[in-house]
């Protein structure tokens, strides 16, 4: 569907990101700090077959032209239902369904199934971006009324965007991720001095168990990567899935890491874990995404049970990579308090909400404020526990 308007854009929907030539996508998401709304990654997710209407999430990306030019673009997703987007507002559908509101199909900005923070608008550089998010606001307001849904949601969304949205009428709901942040690390041991004496000997030991074990980790990424190792990781991903039951939120199939090794393996980095008696191929991995100085922790599985395998592959020895590769913020992925105490202090993130029934919105938006300000006293609270080495004042 195109809409022409004013004399100057062109406004279309898509329902594939086939629809948008590359080239033309990646000059707006290259620029952007999270790797997650490139063109490759999201196609992938769509070609593979893990990110699909039968599923649960239908594409309908909006983009506006000037003349042939991509100007800017929203990547969005009509859902059927909340899972799979790690903001949780199961509560508010519930009551919607009991005030006779459909809450679904709604409109969500995201990248599918990535809690990880740095959606807004892509607009390509030396465009007037007010005037393009107005029109996006806009455009989107349109097609929520006309479509009946009921409001359009934004997750995990680039902070410098908040005040942007918040002029458009949007709702902030504050929640917390866990993230780590490089304070000027040179090496493994910088990052170990951070903490008290107990805590340092806690995480030393983890990593010893991991090492008398006769496990040796090794971190791969890029073209260091075997080719084989896309499709176990699958394996590992699925059995960590299946564990967690319909809260796995397991929605990628064995084709989607396949595809990653062709067009995406230069932002991946697995740590494996290998036997020192069967070197071949690894017993457990984490998956993980870098671009530029960032570095985000996705998915991770192992065939058995190690004592602390999973904290090492997972945190100690990304963090490890990380400090020798510059990486300034390592975000590990959803949920885990257990984070904390290896120094992911309890970080905001934050969601935008804008519902379109009157009634709903005079419930829900006041709750939004109250919530917030208990959650950053949450936060506050979760981060006076870190086992960090007390500053004398």
Excluded at 294 to 305: D, S
Excluded at 339 to 347: H, L, Q
Aim: net charge neutral.
């Amino acid at each position: 569907m195109v809409k022409q308007i004013q004399s100057t854009y062109s406004v279309n929907w898509h329902q594939k990101i086939a629809e948008v030539p590359q080239p033309a996508w990646d000059a707006l998401a290259q620029t952007l700090k999270t790797p997650f709304f490139e063109w490759d990654w999201l196609h992938n997710l769509e070609s593979s077959g893990s990110i699909t209407p039968q599923n649960g999430w239908l594409p309908n990306h909006l983009t506006v032209w000037r003349d042939r030019n991509l100007v800017a673009a929203a990547p969005l997703y009509l859902k059927g239902h909340s899972y799979g987007e790690f903001v949780f507002d199961h509560q508010w559908a519930d009551l919607a369904n009991r005030m006779g509101i459909k809450y679904y199909p709604k409109l969500v900005g995201m990248s599918p199934v990535t809690p990880a923070e740095g959606y807004r608008f892509l607009i390509a550089p030396g465009e007037d971006e007010i005037a393009l998010t107005a029109l996006m606001v806009a455009q989107i307001d349109r097609f929520c009324q006309e479509h009946r849904l009921s409001g359009c949601h934004f997750l995990y969304i680039d902070p410098q965007w908040q005040s942007i949205m918040e002029g458009h009428g949007f709702t902030t709901w504050i929640n917390h991720s866990y993230v780590w942040q490089n304070s000027g690390f040179e090496n493994f041991d910088d990052y170990l001095a951070v903490f008290n004496a107990n805590q340092r000997r806690n995480i030393k030991r983890e990593r010893k168990a991991v090492s008398q074990a006769g496990l040796v980790l090794k971190a791969l990424s890029a073209e260091e990567i075997p080719e084989s190792l896309f499709s176990l990781m699958y394996d590992f991903y699925s059995d960590t899935c299946d564990k967690f039951g319909w809260w796995g939120s397991k929605y990628l199939n064995r084709t989607f890491f396949q595809q990653l090794q062709s067009n995406y393996s230069h932002r991946i980095l697995f740590v494996a874990a290998y036997q020192e008696t069967a070197p071949q191929q690894p017993i457990g991995m984490s998956f993980c995404v870098t671009k530029g100085d960032r570095l985000y922790g996705r998915y991770w599985g192992c065939q058995q049970e190690f004592d602390s395998l999973h904290f090492d592959a997972c945190y100690y020895t990304p963090i490890e990579w990380a400090i020798a590769h510059k990486i300034q913020v390592f975000d590990p992925g959803a949920g885990g308090r257990h984070k904390k105490r290896r120094g992911f202090p309890a970080t905001p993130n934050r969601s935008l909400h804008r519902f379109c029934d009157r009634r709903f919105a005079q419930i829900v938006l006041p709750y939004i404020k109250e919530v917030n300000v208990l959650e950053e006293r949450e936060i506050a609270a979760l981060n006076q526990g870190i086992p960090f080495v007390q500053k004398q004042s």
